[in-house]
């Protein structure tokens, strides 16, 4: 419940929550989502909600916009008072689904997490952001589009007009997510709900969307509620920060008492899962995070350092292109150049990073490594074989040495299936085991991602995000793969889970030998995980190196920059910057039959390579 001392220095609240009880129905009976929580935002007021994945933070959210009941919770008590601007503020628990439509998208955003789920498929995204404008602003067609190409300049979506017309699916990840916060701020909200709303989205583009929100909370004095897992965020956006725990508030104060003083041991233990960058600072190799449970701590992480590294992947001038198709018989008229003359080495039992912001070719590069994405040209060959020569039916087979962890865990798994006939499905497929053998295996793999094995009956929709995502790793590591490449497997992850997921990559690579394309965003987990970064920018590597070389002596201009951007967690360093000023990112649309030039390197230690080449602003 809210205190009298929280009541005495809210004055006037946007929004005043007071004893939320939301309940959900499972097989057991009716469970508690959210418990007795309390807690108010003020006009021009950021608060943060953390807290694990099922801690309750999205269940509250939720329940301001009265969805909540639409995924099967009952708000079973309490209020939540919310000022419309005219006074007299309203409960929303007791609103009619009419009174809160009108809300909804209208004096109430909410940014979503899963751009892909959030986002209608069979809509252009020029339909799906003028839809609120027409509907709550009662704008013409014309005038909704105008200003939905705003919006979409606003959050830094290149070529506007080309994506106006564009569906979700012809989108990256973080180009999805810049266009669900573009709705969400379409009808400028008195609240503002962000659910995650930089979780896929790159340092650059991150700093420019949180000063964006920022600049906005400030000059139109709207309220946000930021639910997040990113302590560093919480550091630079919040104003307080609500801490929860398994449906109950643990603690709550300002950002700097919550960063500085912290009470509880569990907002200790999370603000100790935090990767900050710099930590690995004259390290010789990654190492596990030292995480707190229980009394006796945990032993000291061991560096992982391979004796004699043999090179496993080798990729020679990698190219990937696709086609733009226009005009009335859908011809080839243009040519995407996704991937550009990408060469590097990964050696057994280590990880190679690829860092860079979305769209520049991270995710394409690492499909076009195991064919799920035929590439135009170049050479890969994994352990002396050469993948692009397979055949289909060799391709299959090699396909057990090489695995994949995609970014989103809930479109790579199959709803229909239960978990464990999803890890088992691989090794059915290569006939891997008896029946009493796979179970054994697969029992062993939910031990190994520190799963109960009672989940193994369960279907993916009643699993969190970060045990999902623990479900894609355990499927991964079916079939002992020699290389598995992890495309922003931790993005979406809470931090202490995030903090378990990547202890649980490395402590599987030191025990198998696995080596690891890890492609990110994320700085600070990059600088933990990598022995080598390679950082890439429109489709091709401007600087490759060791991780030492790369964090500790960046040369690039580009590099700099991704490194200046990401955030700290400390409140007292806030980064946050009005003036962030990113040069706009050239198109990768070329016209067919252009030549681009080769990439050129000068080795600025051995080992350590820069672009050099005036086309990619170094």
Known sequence: MLDETERAGAAAPLVAIDGLRVTFQTREGRVAGVNDIG????????????????????????????LVEYGGGRIDGGAMLF????????????????????????????????????????????????ESLIVHRGMTR?????????????????EPERRLDQYPHELSGGM????????????????????????????????????????????????????????????????????????????????????ETPREEYTKALLAAVPR??????????????????????????????????????????????????????????????????????????????????????????????????????????????????????????RADMQMIFQDPFASLDPQMKLYDQLEEPMLNYGIGSKSERQDRIAGLFDRVELPRSFMRRYPHEMSGGQRQRIAIARALALNPKLIIADEAVSALDVSVQAQVLNLLMELQQDLGISMLFISHDMAVVERVSHHVAVMYLGRIVEIGTRAQVFENPQHSYTRQLMAAVPVADPRQKKIAEDLTFTPIPSPIHPIGHVSPRSVYREVAPGHRVLIDPVTHG
């Open 142 to 158: 014309a005038q909704a589009r105008a200003r939905a190409l705003d919006l979409l300049r606003e959050v830094r979506i290149p």
């Open 39 to 66: 807690f108010s935002i003020r006009p021009g007021e950021c608060v943060c909600v953390v807290g694990e994945s099922g801690s309750g933070k999205s269940v509250t959210s939720l329940s301001l916009m009265r």
């Open 176 to 259: 999805r997510q810049r266009v669900v916060i573009a709705m969400a701020m379409a009808c400028e909200p008195r609240l503002l709900i962000c659910d995650e709303p930089t979780t896929a989205l790159d340092v650059t583009i991150q700093a420019e969307i949180l000063a964006l929100i920022n600049r906005l909370k400030r000059e139109k004095t709207m309220a946000v509620l930021f639910i997040t897992h990113d302590m560093a965020v919480v550091a630079q956006m919040a104003d307080r920060v609500v801490v929860m725990l398994r449906g109950d508030k643990v603690e709550e104060g300002t950002v700097t008492e919550i960063f």
């Open 277 to 398: 960058l710099g930590e690995m600072r004259g390290k010789p190799a990654p190492e596990p995070l030292r995480l707190m449970r229980g009394a006796g701590g945990q032993a000291a992480p061991r560096p992982i350092i391979v004796d004699d590294p043999q090179p496993l992947l080798i990729v020679r001038d990698l190219c990937t292109r696709f086609a733009v198709k226009g005009g009335l018989l859908r011809r080839t008229v243009a040519q995407v150049h996704a991937v550009e003359d990408v060469s590097f080495a990964l050696n057994g039992g280590e990880t190679l990073s690829l860092v860079g912001e979305s769209g520049c070719g991270k995710s394409t590069c690492g499909r076009s490594i195991l064919r799920l994405v035929e590439p135009t040209s170049g050479s890969v060959h994994l352990g002396g074989t050469d993948v692009l020569a397979l055949s289909p039916r060799a391709l299959r087979r090699a």
């Open 83 to 130: 000022d419309r601007g005219d006074g007299r503020p309203v409960d929303l628990a007791r609103q009619t689904d009419a009174a809160m439509r009108k809300l909804r998208g209208n004096q109430i955003g909410m940014i979503f997490q899963e751009p892909m789920t959030s986002l209608n498929p069979v809509f252009t995204v020029g339909d799906q952001l003028a």
